[in-house]
């Protein structure tokens, strides 16, 4: 079926209602509703697992007379593990937290084998509230690989939040695409709003009729838009609205297309496919002209948006290439002192292609691991434990590779302490690098030089050597002075010998090192001996390997 004439949510709502896991799902929390327990754990014929949760009716009366309003997460720490550091904060219905709170501890009961399995935890009206935030709380705390991403569907459940917290959840697709909001049309719960705050929805919407019309949408402006055609007076009754007539008749109905009025013929393929979906739940009447076009540019600019995405597998495998441009200026700059020190230099004029090749490449790997960086941090959900591996792996290659070129141009500038202004991508590469080894001894079992500088800093401690030396001299400070002042230095590139944690290029002649110390040898005349000048005078250095 053509892209441009039904939009992914006609489709998804094609497939939604033709799972059978559904229609399962509401029985299983339907017959809960008529026990006196919380919750329950069922293995479905499917081998899905369904975690499904009941409250208190008396909740629906509160929320009907308006008691729950939204409240700040600052004020309740029971949700803070939905925050982010883009959305740090956000306004929820206080119902939510009152009944995640009388359940969070029993959830720790959850034996680890079940979320090994295919998971569903599902609600009905207010019960939806517990439903979603065990599932934003599941979500947030799962690491393994083995560990399957929980659904969570909901049956005619009220909107939870405002526009922060969809923001927050958005933040993560992986988030956002595992929750399902079931809603006909004629629910008296699921479009009541309880209080004066603004609500928005995040997930997907399936909303449905007695009669099998259904259509499924994700924008969350065409979701509100529905909701409001669909809100009942104030003082209408609420109660729960049973869904197993919706589901079986959406199950029995097919999905009409094509079936337009006459005028409908003049209208764009995407139009037309908006204006099926509004009709199919009977609201096309109620939805504004605007509504339909801004879905659609949404719509189109999604597609567009598509064709330009990669998935992150690749993007690793791409970035590879660019790296590979370096390993090569690595390789051929050995008997030049070093690329550290050669991209430092200006280049001459045969040099000048290769070494603007060098930087566009340089810049291509910052753009590309800055943003990715980012990315990660704001979004700390565990992906599969084998990709997580493979990107800090790429990304602590690019950390000791690349920043030594950010170094160097740092330096080249005239300009000084470059870790004080050391870029924080970097920083979260070598932090997460150390905590997915921090059971291991970086050093156990190590008899061989590194290629690269395990330490991505330490030309900046060499700057710094330099520049300290050179203001020692010019202080007329005398040559015991100043080997006891740059005796740390001296005994950090000695512990990175001794670990084999420095590259041998380090020694490379005309390299920054040896450069100073010459000018540390000809000044401080001997008078102090540490371990490294001992190493040096001996000459060792030069089969370091």
């Known amino acids: 079926m053509s892209q441009n004439m039904f939009c992914s949510e006609v489709e998804l709502g094609k497939f939604l209602s033709s799972i059978d896991i559904i229609p399962y799902v509401f ?17 479905s014929p499917y081998g899905i697992k369904v975690l499904a949760f009941n409250y208190s009716l008396d909740y629906t009366t509160r929320f009907a007379n308006g ?34 709170k009388h359940v969070k501890n029993n959830l720790k009961e959850l034996k680890k084998e079940d979320l090994k399995n295919p998971l569903v935890v599902t609600g009905w009206g207010l019960g939806g509230y517990l439903a979603i935030m065990t599932t934003l709380w599941l979500q947030s705390t799962m690491y393994e690989e083995e560990t399957k991403r929980p659904i969570c569907i909901t049956f005619g459940t009220p909107l939870i939040g405002d526009e922060a917290l969809r923001l927050a959840i958005s933040e993560s697709p992986q988030w956002e695409s595992c929750f399902l909001n079931v809603v006909s049309m004629t629910d008296s719960i699921a479009s009541f709003v309880p209080s004066k705050g603004k609500y928005e929805p995040f997930g997907s919407f399936l909303f449905c009729t007695e009669l ?3 259509a499924t949408f994700k924008d969350h402006e065409a979701i509100l838009a529905v909701l409001d055609a669909l809100a009942l007076p104030r003082d209408a009754n609420l109660k729960n609205h049973n869904y197993e007539i919706d589901l079986s008749s959406i199950r029995k109905r097919v999905l009409r297309r094509g079936v337009f009025e006459l005028g409908e013929y003049k209208l764009k393929p995407m139009t037309k496919g908006i204006n099926m979906q509004f009709k199919e739940i009977g609201v096309l009447d109620k939805i504004s002209n605007d509504m339909i076009v801004k879905m659609e540019l949404k719509q189109e600019k999604m597609i567009k948006s598509k064709k330009n995405t990669y998935e992150p597998t690749k993007k690793l495998n791409d970035i590879k290439i660019s790296m590979t441009f370096i390993e090569w200026y690595i390789k ?30 340089h810049l291509n790997l910052n753009k590309f691991w800055e943003k990715f960086v980012m990315e990660k941090d704001q979004n700390p ?40 202004i050391r870029s924080n991508h970097y920083k979260l590469l070598e932090t997460w690098s150390k905590e ?15 290629n690269l500088n395990e330490d991505s800093c330490f030309w900046a401690y060499v700057e710094e050597a330099l520049i300290s030396l050179n203001e020692l001299k010019m202080s007329g400070a005398n040559g015991d002075d100043i080997a006891w002042k740059l005796k740390p230095f001296m005994d950090y590139v000695m512990r ?17 090192l040896m ?20 190493y040096m005078n001996n000459g060792r250095y030069a089969s370091y390997q």
């Open 332 to 361: 051929t700059r050995q008997l030049k002192g070093g690329y550290y020190d050669c991209y430092k230099k200006e280049p001459t004029r045969d040099e000048k292609e290769g070494h603007q090749k060098i930087i566009k490449e």
């Open 27 to 43: 029985n299983v929390v339907r017959k809960l509703a008529e026990k006196n327990s919380p919750y329950e754990l069922h293995t």
């Open 436 to 450: 997915d080894k921090k059971d291991v001894d970086p050093s156990a079992g190590r008899n061989k030089a590194p």
């Open 381 to 420: 959900q565990k992906e599969g434990g084998k990709l997580r591996k493979r990107w800090l792996y790429s990304g602590n290659n690019y950390r000791r590779m690349i920043e030594p070129l950010d170094i160097a141009k740092h330096y080249a500038n005239g300009k000084t302490d470059y870790l004080a």
């Open 212 to 214: 099998g019309g259904h």
């Open 515 to 534: 450069k100073w110390w010459s000018e540390y040898e000809a000044y401080a005349q001997g008078l102090y001996t540490s371990e490294f000048a001992q």
């Open 496 to 512: 990175g010998v001794n670990d084999y944690s420095v590259s041998p290029d380090i020694f490379l002649e005309g390299s920054s």
């Open 67 to 100: 008691e729950f309003d939204l409240v700040s997460s600052q004020s309740h720490e029971v949700v803070d593990f939905i925050s982010t550091k883009v959305n740090p904060s956000f306004f929820i219905n206080k119902a939510a937290v009152e009944l995640f």
